[in-house]
């Protein structure tokens, strides 16, 4: 099969499913412009799988926006470092079930079943390029360069979307249902320890999710903090791009060696989630940061192997410094210079930390105004976490936010704790984003419930045309009237 035989397929697909064939949600006017059902913030695999699981829900006036360039949406052509996704091959996501929508048709349209076969992981950067297969074949209505500034709600029951970038023709939309399928980072903010902000220079250090000059570091020494699969992504890269030496600090005293998302493929936890207590979800999710995601097997082999790789358990950094414009940094182990620090110490969730949402965030209800967990087991990181509806929604902590809230979906990491591994992560799209869609339709319906009622009481189009009885067949005064009794 080539891929335009593929393409076919899909279209042909699509045909039998009837997607895209109308538009199911009354028209909503304003005189201030066009309002769309629904907006989503954001161009990556998320935000294209939510575009195609609205418009199977014929949810068709949609616009996806991100402020990327075409073809750099999300991480893969951007700041992740690995090799290959971490995700087993065989999981499907954004197809939402639809055989020739899987990367594996894609894979083998062009390459051949028995190179799916040889396939061990699916490489990153043919995981970018599938998704720009995925949303070209697909037609999804997508704008780069345009990101987004500001949601205002209004009393009219929509948002307003502030945005700005080359690829905006205004400064302004208007969607009833917004939903921020921003990625990793779009709950908060990427997280550097204040020890290294407050004494470093900016140019001796960045965190893995920046741009990184690795030709500027080509035979230098270098030092990742971190014990995740991106820090030992990031040192494999930095080797392979001519960095001399690369030394890995973990805090911990051994190497992170499980990975709980394995267990939660398999036992059901990730598309059951929802069905959890507060109690439980809490109890995972601490168990789940216990353990974070360690470096796959193949991935640390591909560091080590280097003969300029090190690593250091048992040794978190306890001072770091400037000297002669070199990072000097102090573990319990001993001193180190290097030229350059990448940190690999993750990312902070908060809404407060999202400009988008400063005029809606003190409203949004947190994991600590809902649950509150004994004190061994309470944990500062969980409870700064959103407190979000199975359907994704955010929740008002009172009264007043509700109406603020109401139509703005958190579709990012920081669903992590309320939903689980879902909107962030491959192993949950294709659970998650049924969900979600779900959870906006229902909502666009409830919205317009007496609109449509009304209309559903005054339908009188006949469909049934045949006359009853038929005047030749009757006969006498029994044959004037068709009488129904409702079965005892």
């Not at 959890?276 to 216990?290: E, G, I």
Request: glycine share 8%; net charge negative; proline share 6%.
């Amino acid at each position: 099969m080539s891929l335009e035989t593929l393409n076919e397929q899909v279209r042909t697909d699509l045909s039998y499913l009837a997607i895209g064939d109308n538009n199911r949600v009354r028209p909503f006017h304003q005189p201030v412009g066009h309002v769309y059902d629904a907006i989503i913030v954001g161009g990556g695999q998320s935000g294209l799988g939510t575009a195609f699981g609205l418009l199977r829900e014929k949810i068709s006036n949609i616009l996806v926006i991100d402020e990327n360039s075409e073809g750099v949406e999300g991480p893969w052509n951007t700041y992740a470092r690995m090799v290959t996704l971490r995700t087993p091959k065989h999981l499907t996501s954004i197809d939402l079930g639809i055989p020739s929508l899987t990367f594996r048709a894609w894979w083998e349209a062009q390459f051949g079943q028995e190179s799916w076969e040889r396939m061990d992981k699916i490489p990153r950067e043919e995981w970018m390029n599938y998704l720009k297969w995925y949303r070209a074949v697909l037609k999804l209505p997508v704008i780069n360069k345009v990101k987004l500034k500001l949601v205002e709600p209004t009393d009219e029951g929509i948002h307003k979307l502030h945005i700005e970038g080359q690829g905006a023709h205004t400064n302004l939309l208007l969607a009833r249902k917004v939903i921020l399928a921003t990625g990793i980072q779009g709950g908060g903010e990427w997280h550097i320890p204040s020890m290294i902000k407050e004494n470093l220079p900016r140019h001796l250090y960045a965190h893995t999710s920046e741009s990184i000059d690795f030709p500027s570091l080509k035979g230098k020494k270098v030092a990742i903090l971190g014990g995740g699969a991106s820090a030992f992504d990031n040192a494999h890269f930095a080797l392979s791009e001519g960095v001399a030496k690369a030394h890995v600090f973990i805090r911990r005293q051994e190497i992170p060696r499980i990975n709980p998302i394995r267990h939660m493929e398999a036992s059901g936890i990730i598309e059951r989630f929802h069905t959890l207590s507060d109690a439980d979800k809490y109890a995972v999710m601490t168990h789940f940061f216990t353990h974070n995601q360690p470096p796959t097997t193949d991935m640390f082999q591909r560091a080590s192997s280097w003969p300029g790789f090190d690593m250091h358990v048992g040794s978190p950094w306890l001072e770091v410094k400037n000297v002669d414009n070199q990072a000097v940094v102090t573990t319990p182990k001993g001193t180190f210079t290097f030229d350059f620090l990448i940190i690999s110490t993750g990312l902070v969730t908060d809404p407060s930390l999202r400009p988008e949402l400063k005029l809606v965030e003190d409203h949004i209800a947190r994991w600590s105004d809902c649950y509150n967990a004994p004190d061994e087991t309470a944990h500062p990181t969980i409870d700064a976490h959103p407190y979000l509806s199975p359907g994704f929604a955010f929740q008002s902590r009172d009264e007043t936010g509700k109406k603020l809230l109401h139509g703005i979906f958190a579709f990012n990491y920081s669903a992590l704790i309320s939903c689980g591994i879902s909107a962030s992560a491959l192993s949950g799209l294709r659970f998650s984003i049924p969900k979600l869609v779900a959870a906006v339709a229902e909502q666009l319906f409830t919205d317009d419930r007496s609109d449509i009622l009304t209309k559903f009481f005054d339908y009188n189009e006949v469909e049934f045309t045949e006359e009853w009885p038929r005047k030749e067949q009757q006969t006498g005064p029994e044959s004037q009237t068709f009488k129904y009794s409702m079965p005892s």
